[in-house]
């Protein structure tokens, strides 16, 4: 088979493939990233910490009580949602009179707290996650193998990324959403019930987190470093992609994780920083993102 | 001497009834007791010099601005302890000065927002005969629209939800003549409706067209009534409050 720039077709499928894979995580979590800022104005350093409890939720779940992936799928990220709304209520809410800065470190401080909890606890060496019955296997596509569960996680995120944007885009509440986002005040004097709107926005941006967190289990291992290891990454993809713009963020994920991908092959060296590059010639040119609004 | 505060008594049912209204931004304190009401279907204006307090008044019975003391009442019910989205949904309909025009959304979108909070409100076939203006913009980014359109459709989105007092703060400013007419003839409309309208005005010429009563209002109280039929013996009067 003809090799693409000296590179053989197998090796350079098999890297998109795990760009797309990891561009589907960016996606997920930076989307989640993206509508708690752009709505609660808070950059939620605790997302990595939601993502890798809810990992953990679907682990524990899986070897305390039998209950296997798909119920994670449901039950772990509900979890982390719950978890969300409770810290939004108690203790998020108080610092929205002040700086971002105060809720940034707060946020900080959560993450910080969960994962020495769960280090204290589980150690620092991942735990294995079985792929479900289901999602085993693959297909050999002919220029490159496919396994079902890689295929599944790509799909399936990508379906709750575009249905996540679709409900705050063209929806009647996702209208809600965004004249919110502009003047809470304005929508709440029409009726709506803004700070009820505001926890479920943030429970929805963690459980998001949360469902990739269960999507991540058996594909990385469930460690307590997993969030810590994925945000830093995915903090650039929303800056790149543009603060709060849910759109900007689910497509710079996937790009950049195919970027990623394809800078694994051709100069593996800069793999790992390639995505900072990005970033960097973005605020560059285009300071609010590629996706960002003006203010 | 006869309370100046209390309107003739018309029959029609106290809507609105605003006593003794005291409020604060942070530490400055803005609204000294004002004391005003407002009759089932009459239109009222608030007038006064910049700075006398009749935003604030708006914004305080919105429950916008939350620290105040007193006592406001709709159609009987004690609003000040309600959260801004209760008092929204007891049918008072708001209309900011800044209009308040979604930018991230369409212009039918802006018009759809306010959820319908009474039965009784108006279609929006019935909004699009009032302000043709807005009509076939529907798919237009709502801040893209005029500064008389977004007037027009900051009036128009509450017409929907069945609210029947509307506070509506300086719906002229800046406004080029033949616009304010529109809107005149707008509100006008509103009012043989039925609608219960408070108007925030420094354009005094399109208030006395408009009002049945008007309030004085200077450094945070109302300190004189005025109907709309004593207006002419009274001109001396309203001009030594409003002059400059």
């Known amino acids: 088979m003809t090799e693409f720039l000296s590179v053989a077709p197998q090796v350079l499928f098999g890297q998109l493939l795990v760009g797309l894979i990891n561009g589907s995580f960016y996606a997920l979590l930076s989307l989640g990233l993206a509508v708690i800022f752009g709505m609660l104005n808070i950059v939620n350093m605790a997302h990595g910490a939601f993502y890798m409890l809810s990992a953990f939720l679907g682990w524990l ?23 969300g709304i409770a810290l939004e209520r108690c203790l998020l809410r108080h610092l929205y009179r002040l700086d971002p800065l105060y809720s940034l470190l707060f946020t900080f401080g959560i993450a910080l707290i969960l994962e020495g909890a769960f280090r204290h606890y589980f150690g620092v060496s991942g735990q294995a996650y079985p792929i479900p019955e289901l999602l085993k296997g693959g297909h050999n596509l002919g220029f490159m193998f496919l396994p079902t569960y890689r295929a599944w996680v790509v799909v399936f995120s990508m379906a709750v990324c575009f249905g996540t944007w679709y409900a705050i885009e063209r929806t009647r509440l996702g209208a809600y959403l965004r004249a919110a986002t502009e003047n809470p005040t304005l929508v709440q004097v029409f009726g709506i019930n803004v700070p009820v709107m505001i926890s479920l926005t943030y429970a929805l941006g963690v459980g998001l987190a949360g469902l990739a967190g269960v999507l991540a289990a058996p594909i990385y291992q469930v460690s307590p470093l997993m969030g810590s290891n994925i945000i830093i990454v995915v903090f650039a993809v ?16 996937l790009s950049l994780g195919i970027l990623e991908g394809l800078t694994k092959v051709y100069y593996p060296e800069a793999s790992n920083i390639v995505v900072f590059v990005v970033m960097a010639l973005v605020l560059m040119v285009k300071p609010t993102g590629l996706f960002g609004k003006e203010h | ?105 369409s212009v039918d979108e802006n018009l759809l927002l306010p959820p319908v909070v009474r039965p009784g409100g108006m279609t929006v076939e ?11 913009r529907g798919s237009t980014q709502g801040t893209r629209l005029s500064g008389g359109e977004q007037q027009m459709l900051a009036i128009a989105r509450i017409l929907r939800t069945g609210m029947r007092l509307l506070l509506l703060d300086e719906p ?73």
Do not use: C
């Not at chain 2, 409020?23 to 007038?47: C, D, F």
């Not at chain 2, 019935?126 to 076939?136: D, E, H, K, S, T």
């Not at chain 2, 033949?178 to 609608?195: H, P, S």
């Open chain 1, 238 to 253: 929303v800056v790149i992609g543009g603060m709060g713009s849910i759109l900007g963020s689910i497509l710079a994920g």
């Open chain 1, 61 to 83: 779940l899986l070897t305390h009580t039998g209950l296997g992936y798909w119920w994670a799928l449901v039950l772990a990220p509900l979890t982390v949602a719950a978890l």
């Open chain 2, 126 to 136: 019935q909004i699009y005969a009032l302000f043709p203006n807005l009509q076939g």
């Open chain 2, 1 to 105: 001497m006869p309370d100046r505060h209390r309107p003739e008594t018309t029959g029609a049912p106290v809507l609105l009834s605003v006593r003794d209204l005291n409020a604060w931004y942070g530490e400055s304190h803005v609204l000294h007791g004002v004391n005003m009401e407002v009759r089932k279907g009459e239109v009222v204006t608030l007038l006064g010099r910049n700075g006398a307090g009749k935003t604030t008044t708006l914004r305080s019975i919105m429950g916008i601005v939350s620290k105040r003391t007193g006592d406001i009442e709709y159609e009987g019910k004690d609003l000040t302890r309600l959260p801004m989205h209760v008092i929204g949904r007891s049918g008072i309909g708001y209309v900011p000065e800044e209009r308040g025009i979604f930018a991230s959304l």
């Open chain 2, 172 to 244: 002229t400013e800046g406004l080029a003549p033949v616009i304010i007419e529109q809107i005149g003839v707008a509100v006008r409309a509103l009012r043989e409706r039925g609608f219960t309208i408070v108007l925030v005005e420094q354009n005094f010429r399109f208030a006395s067209q408009l009002a049945d009563r008007h309030y004085i209002m200077d450094e945070g109280k109302v300190v004189d009534m005025i109907p709309a039929s004593e207006l002419a013996k009274n001109s001396e009067r309203l001009q030594r409050y409003l002059g400059v």
